[in-house]
């Protein structure tokens, strides 16, 4: 199981690409240049996979059936702005021992004098690729990952936007603190996208930043239910902490008010 990168070249802009795939586990492919998610075309039935998830910066892949030891599957994208090279072609392949988990695909090859001139730009993309939602959504949480339950209370009257009866999760390890907050929104009401995070703590006003916000989907669909993943910078004060989440929509005055967000206690059950 591994992480690498792919660069891609001008000169041979259809040499494919191998990316060495599994049954059971995901394959994360994200980009740095917008993809164009409707030009995906795979040389395989999509019944073979359990998970074809594509966004314009990132694809999920999960194998459902064995690829046989000589098997290519041909997968190929083309890039939004029409640049030269304008297109990815991938050959999804089987390799005993050795999983792709992990691929970030560069379209332009860096000298060394600009490689040192833009290490900025590149740590940013590689901190935006390497969240943990990436490693939620794809169900391949590792090792050392502790999930534990969280008790909240609704603040105020309810709304059309609710936490889901499966409750909230905190995932929590060495330099990790996230929440998942299962989502539903109510029949005969507009979609919902996720815009301002606050976070506080309840027994001082703290201001608890929040590094990264992720919903599983585009927009949180009426009588559908989303995943929103809220990533924090580690703090080990949060065993004994209540916090209060106040979760506003994009562009609009929808409000989720969550208070007394804080770990349940193990003979506590569940939640509300």
């Known amino acids: 199981m591994r992480q690498r990168h792919i660069t891609l070249s001008a000169e041979a802009p259809a040499t494919p690409h191998v990316v060495h795939v599994a049954v059971g586990m995901a394959t994360v ?10 030009s995906l075309e795979l040389g395989a039935s999509r019944e073979r996979f359990e998970r074809i998830d594509l966004t314009e910066r990132a694809l999920i892949l999960l194998p459902r059936m064995e690829l046989t030891p000589q098997e290519r599957i041909p997968l190929t994208l083309r890039f939004a702005d029409g640049h030269i090279p304008n297109r990815v072609t991938f050959a999804l392949m089987a390799h005993p021992g050795e999983v792709d988990l992990q691929v970030r695909v560069f379209r332009t090859a860096l000298a060394p004098e600009a490689l040192v001139e833009h290490l900025g730009a590149v740590q940013a993309r590689c901190e935006d690729s390497g969240r943990f939602s990436n490693l939620l959504f794809s169900r391949d949480l590792g090792d050392g990952i ?14 059309p936007l609710m936490v889901h ?14 929440f998942e907050l299962p989502l ?11 815009g301002r995070v606050e976070v506080h703590v309840e027994q001082t006003g703290e201001a608890v930043p929040v590094r990264s916000k992720d919903l599983d989907v585009q927009a949180l669909q009426p009588g559908a239910m989303g995943r929103l993943v809220l ?30 967000v804080r770990l349940m206690r193990p003979s506590s059950g569940e939640g509300p």
Do not use: C, K, N
């Not at 009866?165 to 996230?178: D, K, S, T």
């Not at 990533?231 to 989720?256: C, K, N, W, Y």
């Open 29 to 38: 492919l994200l980009f740095d240049s917008p993809v164009l998610p409707a």
């Open 231 to 260: 990533e924090f910078r580690a703090r080990p004060s949060f065993t004994s902490e209540s916090l209060r989440i106040d979760l506003h929509e994009q562009g609009g005055p929808r409000v989720l008010e969550l208070q007394g």
């Open 165 to 178: 009866r499966a409750g909230m999760r905190a995932f929590i390890a060495p330099g990790l603190l996230a």
């Open 146 to 159: 502790v999930a534990e339950g969280l008790r909240y209370r609704i603040r105020g009257a309810a709304g």
């Open 184 to 194: 539903f929104l109510m029949e005969g009401h507009a979609p919902w996208r996720p």
